[in-house]
């Protein structure tokens, strides 16, 4: 019998560079008809761009992708189709202004010469929708919305194409627990019913919780496959980081110091004019780092942008130092020497085509001793450049390298030694280890437990709840922009904490 | 088994400053190639023609003098679009900027009654603020309303156009000018010195080639400049390093629309000491200035050099229309394919292309 009979996909030896890297190092990878199959490994271990190789969204530099015993070659999604593999991507390919079946129907040969049809797209749609326990209204509006049914569609899009084959990518970063359960019934649905599906996380009770074997990557390579019944977390954890995760960093106690931030009763609005932070209460006191737990989108981004200045409250006030900031532009804030981590380090934290050189400046370049009367001082800012490069080991040919070409670890450390040569009173960190390596991951957060030392107060806001857990002194958790509660870290539970992220507000906190 | 030829495109990190020389030097050659089945339509052989042109407009005296003379105005408003591109405004609107430079250059020259040492340095100065004020409308509605500054600019083209009309036909038409849609000619000492023998009114050229070195340094060793690059690279992070959008954009668009203004005042107090029809006053230096600009790769000294070019190429349209009795419209042609594939060829500096044999 030929071996390759029985496996739904099969990946020899694909290897794809770009450059400065080797995204992915020569991987081999058998996936079984009709499981569900886990690809774990952190963040830049290559599995999305192993998956895009898959999807006909890369090419690869070499190997081979064999489809049910066949070889292709996937030069594009279409092509994917065309040999029934869909992928929902983790930023979902939606059109906002168009309705579910548009969307569905969106790059099809539908209907007769230049007019849809709709009717029989609304049967097939529906038909699928019933079939899987995918409710969905045909006719709505993408941005009408939330990101749990957008991704349903994004599922039916799949489905009505007839994939054999599913890619998952990171499907549950922005779903709430509830969310997810009704996922992973669909996904256990759909295998029932003879689909494959590739499952890409990095988040090992998902594996432990949904997958039938798994794949391990660490740095562009398979570490090992097995199936999951006969592994465990802790064996998981150590494979996909290579070494044992340190799961409590060294963290002295420290004395709480003076108030430095106050917010009081503030609403904001987001970015489409819908409330987005509301009646929002809290203290943040220097040597104290805390952490904002809450599943993305729910007023982390507009927190983090108020509190430095990019946006305006519609109602409260912030207090930092005793001394009112609501108002301050972000200039003024920079200037009271609050220092902001952004989220999207390459679109908000560096400008990318400008030199390490450059990018040290960006908010420092008008004054002394950078810039005298009109004209900048190029020496005091390669001095600058080269002290910070050796402090925060900024890896680099040399400081007129553009920012662009820096790996995101070391875009960080530019932005953080930007951020914290001037030893702030507030840090607003969002995101500050995403994407990153683990030795980068670690160097950040040995900084800002430095920063905390010193006496600095720290608003943490991450999506990585273990980060949150092991780095905070207390724990707000925030729900649809409301606080849900403040947690003194120490004694916090997982438990409890998912379930105010949920919506559940904590004992004694009044409405 | 036999192989095809495929190719590769991958993401090229930096482009070499020889690697932007040489692509755009491939894409203006380019450009004369596809010029070249043009004057072949015609039946005349390209080289032929392009012998022409090079020995008409660089060969003599006269001609070298022509070619300067038109490289001003592409050198003014060239310089001032660098600045305006670099921070992402979409300036197309430099020609109404050298027109209302003009207009009000020549209001002073005509009504102002100014002793005469100040008249020119006054409209010099009329001049900036003319084509500046022009410039910051666009740049206002951009920032305050989010208007497009593509659209409004070129509209504002066509306001500035038919404005001089009216002046000419109107209120300013000269009781002097015996019926023609001129103004009256301006007096004596609104004129510009030029060379002996041509008509190269060189203070605006010394003034171009200053304000190119100027701008040179304001780019790379200010903080304003800073600011410029910083918004044109990357507005989300200036908005979060606190940099002022409105602030960057009323700078970048008083530079652009000034120095146009300027080019206007060149043309009118050096070459024609009168303001007549606006097709008279500026041939379009305006527009040939954004691909001046662009194939200057947005750096205020390479214009100097890409002005020149097109300088040549303008005038080389007088020597076919004399010459060889082809139409002068000929050099837009010129200049649409020179943008044409100096745009195309951007994806050379973006993405590395190589050619493998696959089988």
Redesign the interface.
Known sequence: MDNSKGYAIELRGIVKR???VVANDGIDLKVRRGEIHCLLGENGAGKTTLMRVLYGLY?PDEGEIILNGQSVQITSPRIALNHHVGMVHQHFRLVPTLSVEENIVLGLDEGTGPFMNFRKTRKKVSAIANQYGLPVEPQTKIWQLGVGQQQRVEILKALYREVDILIMDEPTSVLTPHEVEQLFATLRTLVDDGLTIIFITHKLDEVMQVSDRVTVLRKGKVVTTFPTTETDKPTLARLMVGREVIFRLEKKRMERRDKILEVNDLYALNERRLPAIRKMSFELFGGEILGVAGVSGNGQHELSEVLT??RKPTKGKVFLKKKEVTNC??????DLNVA?I?A?RM????????SIR?NLI??K??CSPF?HR???D?KEIEENANRAMSNYRIAAPSCET?A??LSGGNIQKVILARELSENPCLIVAVHPTYGLDIGATEHVRQVLLAQRERGAATLLISEDLEEIMTMSDRILVLFNGEVMGILDAESAGIEEISLMMAGTRHKGEKL | MKGHLGFKIERRPVASGRLVFFVSLLAIIAAFVMAGVFFRIYGVSPIHAYQLILRGSLGSRFGLAETVRRMIPLLLCGVGLTIAFRALFWNIGAEGQLLMGAVAAAGIALFSGLPDPLLLPAMFIGGFLGGAAWGLIPAVLKVVLGLNDVITTLMMNYIAIYFVEWLIHGPWKGPTARGFAYSDTFPPAAWLPTIYGTRIHWPTLVLGLVLAIVMYIMVTRTRSGFEVRVIGENPDAARFAGISQLKTTLLVMLISGGFAGLAGVGEIAGIHMRLLGPANISMGYGYTAIIVAWLARRNPLAVIVTSILFAVIMTGGDVIKVSLGLPFQLINVFNGLILFFLIGSEIFLRYKVSFLLRR
Do not use: D, Q, T, W
């Open positions: 770009f450059p400065g090419r200045g990019l532009s972000a200039r003024e804030m920079n902001h952004p999207e679109r908000m934290g560096i400008v990318p085509a400008l450059e960006l908010k370049y008008r810039c009109e004209f900048l190029k553009p662009k070409l």
